[in-house]
C-alpha cells in the first residue's frame, strides 16, 4: 500500500513512516500543506493521513479542497485536539475517519484497513502462496477454494508470517503485534493463535514450524 | 436556576400613579365646576332678590311725614318660581319696624341702592336675605327706609344638585378616559420591555452575539451593558475552549512522538528487559494520555455545561455511528460489538456530550471485556430513553458500586488496566446534565451492565 503521511513533527513522522515501512507499505512525507498538495498532485495514493495543526494552514481546509477537487482517495485525520469540539466537524468535511494522538499503532493499522475495505475493489492487494489465497482487507482466506473468515487477531498473526515467509519470527515480536501494552499474559497466548492458524492452513502446502525457545517460520512443502 | 428576588411592578407602580393622579384630578375638576356654578346660581337669586328689593324701595313715599309703602306686586311675582320658594319681607324705618315678618332683620349698608346678602335661617328655613335702604327726603325731615327680602332657597338647592350631578359624571367620565390612557401607555412602554426579554429569551444559549434591533434611548443603555457582558462572556468561553483544545495539541503531539519511538524500537529489540522497559513506557504512555484526554474532554464539557446545546438528536443514530466507529477497536482484540435499536429514538440534547459519554462507557466495555465475548449495545425507547451497555468483563466489585462515579476513582477490578478514572463520572456528569441517570448493575451469569438513561 502506499501512503501519505503529512505531519509536521518531524520526530512523530519518522517513527510511524519507519514503522509503516516495517510493514511493508510505502510512505511518503510531507511535512507542510504545500507539500501535500505537490505530492497530491504527481502520485496516486491508497490512503492520506493528515495532520490538523500544520505550520502553513489548517488540515481542514485541505481536507476541503481534497474533498471538492473530486479525489476520491480516502484520509485518515490525526489529530491532537481536544476530541470533544473536533469530532464532529472533521467527519462533516469528508475524512474518512480519524484518531487521536497518541494513537497506538495497532489501531491506525486497523482504521487504514477498515477505510481500505470501505473503497472495496480499488487496488486491492492479495497474497497468493502455496495454494492460499489471502485477502488482508477482506479478511479472508482461501485454501483449496474454500473461504475462511479470520479473526482480527489470527489475521494479523497470519500477515506477519506470510510476510516473512521462511524466517523466524520470536514469540515476542509476534505478541506485541497481536496484544494491546496492556495484556501481560500475552506471550503464551500467541500458541492458541497459532493453534487456530495451523488448522486453517491444514489443507494448504503451508505450514507453521515452532523453533523451541526461537519462535515460528513458515514453510512451503515441496 | 435561583429565582431573582422581585421588588415590585413596574407596570403596577406606573398604573396605580397614572390612575391615582387621574383620580386626583377629577375630583378637583368636581369641585371647581360645582362651586363655580353654585356662585352662578346664587348670583342669579341675589339680582332677583335685590331687583325686588329695589322695587319696593321704590314704591316707598312719604307724606306729611307718614310713609307711605305699596308694595308693588310686579316685585313679588318676579320671586315667584316653580319650586314655591316662600317669601318674607321686613321694613324698617329708622331701624323702627314697621311692617312684615318681625324677627326678619338684618345689618346693611350705609349707603343707599346698595344691596347687602347673606344667607342664614329663619323660621327653621334656609334663606337667602337682602338687605336695601332707601333715604326718603320730605318737607322738614329725611327719614330712611330698609327693607330686607328674605326667600327660601328650594329652587336653588334643586339646581345645585343637578348641577352637581352633572360635574359628578364629568368627574366620572375624564376618570374613565385617563384611566384608559393609563393603561394603555403603561403596556406600550412595557411592552417595548418585553419586546427585549423575549428576544434575549428565544436565543439560544451558544447566541452570544451582540443584540441589535433598534430600542426606545431609555432602554439602551441596558442594552448595550447586556452585549458587552455577553461579549465577554462569549470572549471567556472561547478562550477557554481555544485554550482546552491548545493544552491538548501541546501534551498529545510529544506522547505520539514518544510512542510511535517506543513501538518501532520494540520491533527491533530482542533483549526481553529492555522489552519489558519498552512495553512500560507504552503502558505508561497510554495511560497518561487516556487521562489527559478524560481531562481535557471532562473541562471541556465543564465549560459547555453551562450553555448546553439542547437539539433533537437520535440516540439510535448517533449510538450506531459510534459503534461503527469503535469497531476497529474492537476488532482488534477479537471483540464483537452487537448493536440494536428500536427504530429511531429521537431525545433532546447535546450531541457532543452524550457521544463523550457513550463512547468512554463502551470503551470501557472494551477495556474489560474478555477476548472474542460480545458487547452488547442497545438503544430502548421507553420508558425512558436509554442506551445500555452489556459485557462479558468481571463486572463491578459489588460494595463500590455507589463510589465508582466519583472521579479518579477507579473499581478494584481495574488494577493492570489503562484508565484514568473519570470515564464513569464523565457519564454520570453527563446524565446529570440532561436530568438523566446512569445505572451500574452486574449480570447475570457474569459481566457488567451499565444504562445510560435520559
Same mark, same amino acid.
Given at each position: 500500500m502506499k501512503?501519505?503521511?503529512?505531519?509536521?513533527?518531524?520526530?512523530?513522522?519518522?517513527?510511524?513512516?519507519?514503522?509503516?515501512?516495517?510493514d511493508g507499505h510505502v510512505?511518503?512525507?510531507?511535512?507542510? $500543506?504545500?507539500?501535500?498538495?505537490?505530492?497530491?498532485?504527481?502520485?496516486?495514493?491508497d490512503l492520506?493521513?493528515?495532520?490538523?495543526?500544520?505550520?502553513?494552514?489548517?488540515?481542514?481546509?485541505? $481536507?476541503?479542497?481534497?474533498?471538492?477537487?473530486?479525489?476520491d482517495?480516502p484520509?485518515?485525520?490525526?489529530?491532537?485536539?481536544?476530541?470533544?469540539? +473536533?469530532?464532529?466537524?472533521?467527519?462533516?468535511?469528508?475524512?474518512? +475517519?480519524?484518531?487521536?494522538?497518541?494513537?497506538?499503532?495497532a489501531?491506525?493499522e486497523a482504521r487504514c484497513r477498515a477505510v481500505l475495505r470501505r473503497m472495496a475493489g480499488k487496488s486491492r492487494s492479495v497474497v497468493s502462496m502455496g495454494g492460499v489465497v489471502f485477502d488482508p482487507l477482506a479478511g479472508h482466506l482461501t485454501v483449496n477454494g474454500e473461504v475462511v473468515q479470520l479473526r482480527n487477531r489470527e489475521l494479523r498473526l497470519l500477515e506477519q508470517l506470510l510476510g516473512a515467509p521462511g524466517q523466524i519470527l520470536?514469540k515476542?515480536?509476534l505478541?506485541?503485534r497481536l496484544? =494491546?501494552?496492556?495484556?501481560?499474559?500475552?506471550?503464551?497466548a500467541i500458541e492458541v493463535y497459532i493453534g487456530r492458524l495451523r488448522k486453517h492452513l491444514e489443507a494448504s502446502s503451508l505450514k507453521i514450524t515452532t523453533l523451541?525457545?526461537?519462535g515460528y517460520r513458515l514453510d512451503q512443502d515441496g | 436556576?435561583?429565582?431573582?428576588?422581585?421588588?415590585?411592578?413596574?407596570?403596577?407602580?406606573?398604573?396605580?400613579? $397614572?390612575?391615582?393622579?387621574?383620580?386626583?384630578?377629577?375630583?378637583?375638576?368636581?369641585?371647581?365646576?360645582?362651586?363655580?356654578?353654585?356662585?352662578?346660581?346664587?348670583?342669579?337669586?341675589?339680582?332677583?332678590?335685590?331687583?325686588?328689593?329695589?322695587?319696593?324701595?321704590?314704591?316707598?313715599?312719604?307724606?306729611?311725614?307718614?310713609?307711605?309703602?305699596?308694595?308693588?306686586?310686579?316685585?313679588?311675582?318676579?320671586?315667584?318660581?316653580?319650586?314655591?320658594?316662600?317669601?318674607?319681607?321686613?321694613?324698617?324705618?329708622?331701624?323702627?319696624?314697621?311692617?312684615?315678618?318681625?324677627?326678619?332683620?338684618?345689618?346693611?349698608?350705609?349707603?343707599?341702592?346698595?344691596? &347687602?346678602?347673606?344667607?342664614?335661617?329663619?323660621?327653621?328655613?334656609?334663606?337667602?336675605?337682602?338687605?336695601?335702604?332707601?333715604?326718603?327726603?320730605?318737607?322738614? +325731615?329725611?327719614?330712611?327706609?330698609?327693607?330686607?327680602?328674605?326667600?327660601?332657597?328650594?329652587?336653588?338647592?334643586?339646581?345645585?344638585?343637578?348641577? !352637581?350631578?352633572?360635574?359628578?359624571?364629568?368627574?366620572?367620565?375624564?376618570?374613565?378616559?385617563?384611566?384608559?390612557?393609563?393603561?394603555?401607555?403603561?403596556?406600550?412602554?412595557?411592552?417595548?420591555?418585553?419586546?427585549?426579554?423575549?428576544?434575549?429569551?428565544?436565543?439560544?444559549?451558544?447566541?452570544?452575539?451582540?443584540?441589535?434591533?433598534?430600542?426606545?434611548?431609555?432602554?439602551?443603555?441596558?442594552?448595550?451593558?447586556?452585549? !458587552?457582558?455577553?461579549?465577554?462572556?462569549?470572549?471567556?468561553?472561547?478562550? !477557554?475552549?481555544?485554550?482546552?483544545?491548545?493544552?491538548?495539541?501541546?501534551?498529545?503531539?510529544?506522547?505520539?512522538?514518544?510512542?510511535?519511538?517506543?513501538?518501532?524500537?520494540?520491533?527491533?529489540?530482542?533483549?526481553?528487559?529492555?522489552?519489558?522497559?519498552?512495553?512500560?513506557?507504552?503502558?505508561?504512555?497510554?495511560?497518561? !494520555?487516556?487521562?489527559?484526554?478524560?481531562?481535557?474532554?471532562?473541562?471541556?464539557?465543564?465549560?459547555?455545561?453551562?450553555?448546553?446545546?439542547?437539539?433533537?438528536?437520535?440516540?439510535?443514530?448517533?449510538?450506531?455511528?459510534?459503534?461503527q466507529?469503535?469497531t476497529p477497536?474492537a476488532d482488534m482484540k477479537d471483540l464483537d460489538l452487537a448493536?440494536?435499536?428500536?427504530?429511531?429514538?429521537?431525545?433532546?440534547?447535546?450531541?457532543?456530550?452524550?457521544?463523550?459519554?457513550?463512547?468512554?462507557?463502551?470503551?470501557?466495555?472494551?477495556?474489560?471485556?474478555?477476548p472474542e465475548s460480545t458487547?452488547?449495545?442497545?438503544?430502548?425507547?421507553?420508558?425512558?430513553?436509554?442506551? &445500555?451497555?452489556?459485557?462479558?468483563?468481571?463486572?463491578?466489585?459489588?460494595?463500590?458500586?455507589?463510589?465508582?462515579?466519583?472521579?479518579?476513582?477507579?473499581?478494584?477490578?481495574?488494577?493492570?488496566?489503562?484508565? =484514568?478514572?473519570?470515564? $464513569?463520572?464523565?457519564?454520570?456528569?453527563?446524565?446529570?446534565?440532561?436530568?438523566?441517570?446512569?445505572?451500574?448493575?452486574?449480570?447475570?451469569?457474569?459481566?457488567?451492565?451499565?444504562?445510560?438513561?435520559?
Amino acid at each position: 500500500m502506499k501512503y501519505l503521511l503529512v505531519e509536521d513533527n518531524q520526530e512523530l513522522a519518522n517513527a510511524v513512516s519507519s514503522r509503516m515501512r516495517l510493514d511493508g507499505h510505502v510512505v511518503d512525507h510531507a511535512a507542510t $500543506l504545500e507539500d501535500a498538495s505537490a505530492f497530491v498532485e504527481t502520485g496516486e495514493y491508497d490512503l492520506i493521513l493528515l495532520d490538523i495543526m500544520l505550520p502553513d494552514g489548517d488540515g481542514r481546509e485541505f $481536507l476541503k479542497r481534497h474533498r471538492a477537487s473530486e479525489r476520491d482517495t480516502p484520509v485518515i485525520v490525526l489529530t491532537a485536539r481536544s476530541e470533544v469540539s +473536533d469530532r464532529i466537524g472533521l467527519l462533516d468535511l469528508g475524512a474518512d +475517519d480519524y484518531l487521536t494522538k497518541p494513537f497506538d499503532h495497532a489501531e491506525l493499522e486497523a482504521r487504514c484497513r477498515a477505510v481500505l475495505r470501505r473503497m472495496a475493489g480499488k487496488s486491492r492487494s492479495v497474497v497468493s502462496m502455496g495454494g492460499v489465497v489471502f485477502d488482508p482487507l477482506a479478511g479472508h482466506l482461501t485454501v483449496n477454494g474454500e473461504v475462511v473468515q479470520l479473526r482480527n487477531r489470527e489475521l494479523r498473526l497470519l500477515e506477519q508470517l506470510l510476510g516473512a515467509p521462511g524466517q523466524i519470527l520470536s514469540k515476542q515480536k509476534l505478541a506485541d503485534r497481536l496484544f =494491546s501494552y496492556d495484556d501481560d499474559a500475552s506471550e503464551n497466548a500467541i500458541e492458541v493463535y497459532i493453534g487456530r492458524l495451523r488448522k486453517h492452513l491444514e489443507a494448504s502446502s503451508l505450514k507453521i514450524t515452532t523453533l523451541r525457545g526461537l519462535g515460528y517460520r513458515l514453510d512451503q512443502d515441496g | 436556576m435561583a429565582r431573582l428576588p422581585v421588588s415590585g411592578s413596574l407596570r403596577n407602580q406606573l398604573v396605580v400613579s $397614572l390612575i391615582g393622579g387621574a383620580a386626583l384630578l377629577a375630583l378637583l375638576l368636581f369641585l371647581v365646576t360645582r362651586n363655580f356654578a353654585a356662585q352662578v346660581a346664587q348670583e342669579g337669586q341675589d339680582s332677583i332678590l335685590g331687583a325686588a328689593a329695589a322695587s319696593i324701595l321704590d314704591a316707598a313715599a312719604i307724606h306729611d311725614g307718614q310713609v307711605e309703602i305699596d308694595l308693588p306686586y310686579a316685585s313679588f311675582s318676579m320671586l315667584a318660581n316653580a319650586s314655591d320658594d316662600r317669601v318674607f319681607y321686613a321694613i324698617y324705618r329708622d331701624d323702627t319696624f314697621l311692617s312684615g315678618y318681625e324677627g326678619l332683620d338684618a345689618p346693611a349698608n350705609q349707603a343707599d341702592g346698595q344691596p &347687602t346678602f347673606q344667607s342664614t335661617e329663619f323660621n327653621g328655613a334656609d334663606v337667602r336675605v337682602v338687605t336695601d335702604t332707601r333715604t326718603l327726603i320730605g318737607a322738614d +325731615d329725611r327719614t330712611q327706609i330698609r327693607i330686607v327680602l328674605a326667600q327660601t332657597q328650594d329652587q336653588l338647592a334643586g339646581t345645585l344638585e343637578r348641577i !352637581s350631578r352633572n360635574a359628578a359624571l364629568l368627574g366620572a367620565g375624564f376618570f374613565a378616559l385617563a384611566a384608559l390612557l393609563s393603561f394603555w401607555a403603561t403596556s406600550t412602554t412595557i411592552g417595548q420591555l418585553k419586546t427585549l426579554t423575549q428576544s434575549v429569551t428565544r436565543r439560544g444559549p451558544q447566541d452570544l452575539s451582540a443584540f441589535r434591533k433598534p430600542v426606545p434611548t431609555e432602554m439602551a443603555p441596558l442594552v448595550t451593558s447586556l452585549n !458587552s457582558l455577553m461579549g465577554r462572556l462569549d470572549q471567556s468561553l472561547r478562550q !477557554s475552549e481555544d485554550f482546552i483544545a491548545e493544552a491538548a495539541h501541546r501534551v498529545r503531539t510529544p506522547l505520539a512522538t514518544v510512542r510511535a519511538h517506543a513501538e518501532a524500537t520494540l520491533q527491533r529489540v530482542d533483549k526481553a528487559e529492555n522489552r519489558q522497559a519498552l512495553r512500560a513506557m507504552v503502558r505508561a504512555i497510554d495511560e497518561s !494520555s487516556r487521562a489527559a484526554s478524560q481531562l481535557l474532554d471532562h473541562a471541556m464539557i465543564t465549560v459547555r455545561a453551562d450553555h448546553l446545546t439542547l437539539q433533537d438528536v437520535d440516540l439510535a443514530e448517533l449510538v450506531g455511528d459510534l459503534v461503527q466507529r469503535l469497531t476497529p477497536v474492537a476488532d482488534m482484540k477479537d471483540l464483537d460489538l452487537a448493536f440494536q435499536a428500536e427504530g429511531a429514538v429521537p431525545i433532546l440534547g447535546d450531541p457532543v456530550q452524550i457521544q463523550n459519554a457513550v463512547r468512554n462507557l463502551i470503551d470501557n466495555a472494551l477495556k474489560y471485556a474478555p477476548p472474542e465475548s460480545t458487547v452488547e449495545i442497545a438503544v430502548w425507547r421507553g420508558p425512558r430513553p436509554n442506551v &445500555t451497555i452489556q459485557d462479558r468483563g468481571p463486572g463491578f466489585p459489588l460494595h463500590e458500586m455507589d463510589t465508582l462515579t466519583a472521579r479518579f476513582k477507579r473499581g478494584r477490578n481495574a488494577e493492570g488496566t489503562i484508565g =484514568s478514572g473519570l470515564g $464513569l463520572t464523565i457519564a454520570h456528569d453527563v446524565a446529570a446534565a440532561h436530568d438523566g441517570a446512569l445505572t451500574l448493575e452486574n449480570r447475570e451469569g457474569g459481566g457488567a451492565c451499565v444504562c445510560l438513561s435520559f
